[in-house]
């Protein structure tokens, strides 16, 4: 019996046990159902903080396991049973889930929890770990009551802006600023008119933003999805927003008094271009990540969509650029009657200020706060908030899809990655069934575009949880039970050839000449053998003794009949893929193997 080994530009899924190669480091805490939520990093102090349920943790980031520190947070008993008497479980929801970690000032952090829904926040001495009680305080509108709703919130220039719900059921969500500098405090929320401003949100995410060279035009953008009557049906449907407000709103005079007079929204498309016009949507945004460039101002913006259709699963990634988000909230307003009418695009007089524009002394010396802009700026503002133009992909649909699979698409972190061929995002997509899909988008000629899937490590076989974070080149990925902390490549585990190697196409891992190893940029062109663009061995280990001249490599092996004989079928590399071919003696047919079924 002869068998003949292919390999071909494939993918095979590898489940990988991390610990065990070497890649990944697990943090397990003193006990089950820690459910972490939140992460800080410290880099000057080489540490991280981490929010559990009812418990904060900071540990090394050389040894998440070495001293482990901890503050003990737990609600007070009588909230726990008032939290079991509103029918919420004991276990899993009538505790403190640590949800809010942000860096206050050099010494401290301001913590917030679910407190058995009933939110608190406190501030906390970060190099003692000690929590002050005496600044205990309600933490409505910084927190979620429900640990498991989405929520987003950031800090700056110690102001805390959050995206959440203000209420026990959940009804009314709200983007609020609060906290800041004791002699400096603008307390600002959006106006409660679900027809017009936000209704039913889900906050994904908030990212402080310089908008020009004007310190008064900086921004906070933020991402949300809310239930919004648009279309002809007039029903209410899912929608994906990005929204944006003036860091320098203190709210208006006689309208909009603490609330934002700046503020705006615009609907991010995510679909895939169909026959007939007719675009397969992505509504539901999961997830947002921003991909720094060289100008701090104009980051490269990753959104993980997926379906609401019961007929029709799957996700998509999408990338935006900030100067066509931009370019929307500077384009036309969009304008309803009432409720029940549809959005259609503004086209009556617009007041001067430019509606959302931040006041500013070098755009005009009149308006130095937004309690000095005209009353009919306020007006328009608070009927018109939402833009008539859409903010379209930057490839004008997604950069990589999963349909019809067993899983969702929930989180992304993007790592900027120099190769030899050029530079690449590297995409790390949690799913909601533990895996991290390890994705690159290669741009191929005539601006098509190649999905290429890398990796898909099990980390956990648990549902993942809101930690998923790119820190120091390692990725946090946190569930119920644990943190893990996994290293972004893995390249010994893509065998001991060049061949090989390259045949991964992992913008981390290049052939040194010995071992697939960690790619550094080298000044000399042959000192790595990499290829990401096209994967082909064939150029770049030829003159190498594991040379192979073409896209295929077979192997000979030969079989005792009435025998069994193993096969290898997972290939090291994950873009190659193993097929066996049976040839009986004095036949010129080869017959496939299957992988499942014995052949005699």
């Not at 998440?64 to 004991?90: D, F, H, S, Y």
């Not at 209420?167 to 400096?184: I, N, V």
């Not at 615009?266 to 992505?282: E, N, Q």
């Not at 947002?288 to 101002?297: G, H, K, Q, V, Y």
Request: charged share 25%.
């Amino acid at each position: 019996m002869v068998c003949v080994v292919t390999h071909t530009q494939l993918f095979l899924s590898r489940g990988t046990e991390l610990e065990l190669s070497g890649g990944a480091s697990l943090f397990l805490g003193s006990g089950s159902n820690l459910r972490f939520q939140s992460l800080l990093l410290d880099e000057e102090r080489g540490n991280l903080l981490l929010g559990a349920k009812d418990h904060i943790y900071l540990l090394e980031l050389d040894n998440l396991n070495r001293n482990p520190k901890k503050i003990n947070w737990p609600p007070p008993k009588e909230r726990i049973e008032m939290c079991k008497l509103a029918g919420k479980n004991a276990h899993t929801e009538c505790a403190n889930f640590i949800r809010v970690l942000h860096s206050y000032n050099r010494t401290h952090v301001y913590a917030c929890g679910t407190g058995a829904f009933y939110p608190q926040c406190a501030f906390a001495e970060e190099a003692t770990l000690h929590l002050n009680t005496n600044s205990v305080e309600s933490g409505r509108l910084k927190c979620p009551f429900d640990p498991w709703q989405p929520f987003a919130s950031v800090m700056k220039d110690q102001y805390l802006y959050a995206g959440t719900a203000s209420d026990f059921l959940g009804k009314d969500t709200a983007f609020s600023r609060s906290l800041g500098p004791p002699h400096d405090q603008h307390y600002i929320r959006t106006d409660i008119s679900e027809d017009y401003w936000i209704n039913e949100a889900r906050f994904i995410a908030a990212h402080p933003l310089a908008d020009t060279f004007n310190p008064d035009d900086d921004k906070i953008y933020f991402f949300f999805r809310e239930a919004s009557r648009e279309g002809s049906s007039g029903d209410k449907n899912v929608f994906s927003r990005v929204a944006r407000v003036c860091q320098n709103d203190v709210g208006g005079l006689r309208s909009l008094t603490n609330k934002w007079t700046t503020f705006l929204k615009a609907r991010l498309v995510c679909s895939i271009p169909g026959p007939d016009g007719v675009d397969t949507h992505f509504d539901e945004l999961q997830d947002i990540f921003l991909l720094p460039t060289r100008d701090e101002r104009n980051p490269i913006v990753y959104g993980v969509f997926t379906t609401t259709s019961s007929i029709f699963k799957g996700s998509a990634v999408c990338v935006y650029s900030m100067a066509d988000i931009r370019a929307v909230f500077n384009g036309p307003y969009a304008h309803k009657e009432g409720p029940d009418h549809r959005w259609v695009e503004y086209e009556g007089r617009i007041p001067y200020p430019r509606p959302g524009t931040c006041p500013s002394k070098t755009y005009d010396p009149r308006i130095k706060t937004t309690k000095d802009l005209p009353d009919d700026v306020i007006s328009f503002i608070k009927y018109h908030p939402m833009m008539h133009k859409a903010v379209y992909p930057l490839t004008g649909e997604p950069v990589f899809t999963r349909i019809n699979v067993e899983y969702r698409l929930t989180q992304i972190v993007v790592d900027h990655v120099m190769a030899e061929d050029g530079q690449y995002a590297v995409m790390f997509l949690g799913t909601d069934v533990g895996t991290v899909l390890k994705v690159v988008t290669i741009t191929q000629e005539g601006w098509s575009t190649e999905e290429l899937l890398l990796e898909e490590l099990q980390v956990f076989q648990v549902r993942l949880a809101d930690i998923f974070s790119l820190l120091q080149q390692q990725l946090y990925v946190g569930s119920r039970d644990g943190l893990a902390q996994v290293s972004l490549h893995h390249c010994a585990l893509y065998g001991q050839g060049c061949a090989e190697c390259c045949l991964a196409r992992d913008p981390y891992c290049a052939w040194d000449g010995h071992s697939c190893s960690r790619y550094i940029p080298a000044s000399k062109r042959r000192a790595r053998r990499q290829d990401i663009k096209n994967g082909d061995p064939s150029t770049q280990c030829w003159d190498l003794e594991d040379a192979i001249v073409t896209d295929e490599e077979e192997k000979l092996l030969f079989g005792v009949e009435h025998n069994s004989t193993f096969l290898e079928c997972a290939p090291k590399s994950q873009q190659a893929h193993i097929r066996w071919f049976l040839q009986r003696p004095g036949s010129d047919h080869r017959e496939e193997c299957s992988y499942h079924n014995q052949v005699s």
